[in-house]
């Protein structure tokens, strides 16, 4: 076994790494994350350049959700093309596909990272936070929105008039359905939790999570009236309300064009492709 450390001072992130060669692979430890990646897949320097970027965004997501770890999260660093994970690992750990930019896509890891620093059930507000903190101290240009702001998803989705209601999003099958039923699922739940944290902070919607892991049953509509004394109808009113009043922009009125031709995932895949 290999050991050797390494300092890197690059914008003030000067957290020693640790490489260590296991069996089946390389593991680079930095304060967060352990990733563990296979060098034949991935350079050192790709993997220690990713670390420093998710190194940044993992401190910010803790101080946002006031979470203290300890441990590492193991990563498993994948090739390929797929949607990144927690669930395999039973959200300790996670599989990251997308590495680095392939076809202009990142990799969603503050959005797993979410998921294991603050859960829940309810599908709504677990895809939800990870959405919005992904949205927040991660990046756009990843699984769901592919390079479109939030807001920018909202204004072309009530353009378009295909917003679905939050109490049938939490008992629908997000894979299911037309290929954009399933990014219009997150950033709905994603533009929702954003519009719950502005207003209520991030103490009290981490509070209604957590109530959720122990009380059940956990639709949106209980969690509404005892979490935040207000009924999903009016909060859910209020939410898309002021989403109308946002300014539409050309992004959102191109989305607002393709939902209606049913053309998403090809316009999402130009945007990316021009990166
Ligand atoms: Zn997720």
């Known amino acids: 076994m290999k050991t050797l450390r390494r300092c890197a001072g690059i914008l003030g992130w000067a957290v020693s790494l640790l490489w260590v060669s296991v069996s089946g692979g390389e593991e680079l430890v930095s304060g967060c994350y352990r990733f563990i990646y296979d060098p034949m897949e991935f350079s050192q320097w790709e993997v220690e350049e990713f670390s420093r970027e998710a190194e940044e965004r993992c401190e910010k997501l803790k101080l946002f959700l006031h979470v203290a770890t300890k441990e590492p999260i ?36 503050v959005h797993e990272t979410a998921h294991i620093f603050l859960d829940s059930p309810n599908p709504v507000l677990r895809e939800g936070l990870a959405t919005a903190m992904e949205e927040r101290f991660g990046t756009l240009w990843t699984h769901p929105t592919y390079g479109l702001s939030l807001v920018e998803w909202m204004k072309g989705l009530q353009c378009a008039e295909k917003i679905v209601g939050l109490a049938q999003l939490e008992k629908t099958d997000w894979r299911e359905g ?55 109808k009016d909060l859910e009113r209020e939410w898309l309300e002021t989403m109308k009043s946002e300014p ?28």
């Open 74 to 109: 193991d990563v498993y660093v994948r090739s390929g093309q797929g949607v990144s994970t927690t669930v395999p690992h039973k959200n300790k750990a996670m599989d990251l596909f997308f590495l680095k930019p392939i076809r202009g896509v990142e990799a969603p890891i």
């Open 178 to 232: 037309a290929w954009e039923a399933n990014p219009i699922a997150y950033v709905l739940s994603g533009s929702f939790v954003a519009f719950l944290l502005e207003r209520y902070g991030p103490e009290e919607v981490g509070k209604a999570l957590k109530w959720t892991q122990r009380f059940r049953p956990t639709n949106l509509e209980r969690v509404c009236e005892v979490r935040f004394n207000r009924s999903l």
């Open 248 to 275: 539409m922009n050309p992004s959102a009125r191109e989305l607002c064009q393709a939902l209606k031709a049913g053309k998403v995932r090809e316009f999402l895949q130009k945007r990316l492709a021009a990166r």
